[in-house]
C-alpha cells in the first residue's frame, strides 16, 4: 500500500482568525494614541502662533510701556497704527485674541483651538515681567494634549 504524503497549502481558518484578532487589537489601541498625538500637534500650533509674539511684544512694551491696543493681522489691508502690532493671529487648528489682556508689564496672550478634540478650548500664555519670561500652563486646554515645555 502506498501512503500519499498531504502536503498543507495556505493557511487554517484558525491561523487567519487569529492573525485578524491580533491586527483588531493593535488597531483599537493605535487609533486613540494617533488621536490625542494629532491632537497635540495642533495644540502645538497656537503655542507656536503665540512663541512668534514674544521677542515682538516685549520690544513694543518696553518701548511704549505698555501692551499693544491690538493684533493686527498680517492680511489686513490696513497696516498698525502706532499703539498695533501686526502678528500672525491665525492658524489652520488656533486664532489668536487680537489684544493682550492685562497692564504692563503684566500681560497675557491668548489663543483659541478652532477644531480637533481640542476645539473651542484655550490656551494661555502668560508673563509677569513685561514679556522677558513667559509661561504657558494657563487655559482649558488638558495638560496631556500642551507641549512637553509647557506641562
Do not use: H
Not at 58 to 86: D, I, M, Q, R
Not at 113 to 125: E, I, L, P, R, Y
Amino acid at each position: 500500500m502506498k501512503v500519499a504524503a498531504q502536503i498543507q497549502k495556505g493557511f487554517t481558518l484558525i491561523e487567519l482568525m487569529i492573525v485578524v484578532a491580533i491586527i483588531g487589537i493593535l488597531a483599537a489601541v493605535a487609533l486613540p494614541a494617533y488621536n490625542d498625538y494629532t491632537t497635540r500637534a495642533q495644540v502645538s500650533e497656537a503655542i507656536e502662533l503665540m512663541g512668534g509674539l514674544k521677542q515682538p511684544l516685549a520690544s513694543f512694551a518696553y518701548e511704549t510701556k505698555a501692551w499693544p491696543t491690538k493684533l493686527v493681522p498680517t492680511s489686513a489691508a490696513v497696516g498698525p497704527t502706532a499703539t498695533e502690532l501686526t502678528a500672525t493671529t491665525v492658524g489652520k487648528y488656533s486664532t489668536l485674541k487680537d489684544t493682550i489682556d492685562g497692564t504692563f508689564p503684566i500681560g497675557k496672550m491668548t489663543a483659541t483651538m478652532t477644531s480637533g478634540q481640542a476645539d473651542t478650548k484655550t490656551v494661555f500664555m502668560e508673563t509677569a515681567d513685561g514679556g522677558n519670561t513667559w509661561s504657558c500652563n494657563g487655559g482649558t486646554v488638558e495638560m496631556k494634549f500642551r507641549p512637553v515645555a509647557c506641562k
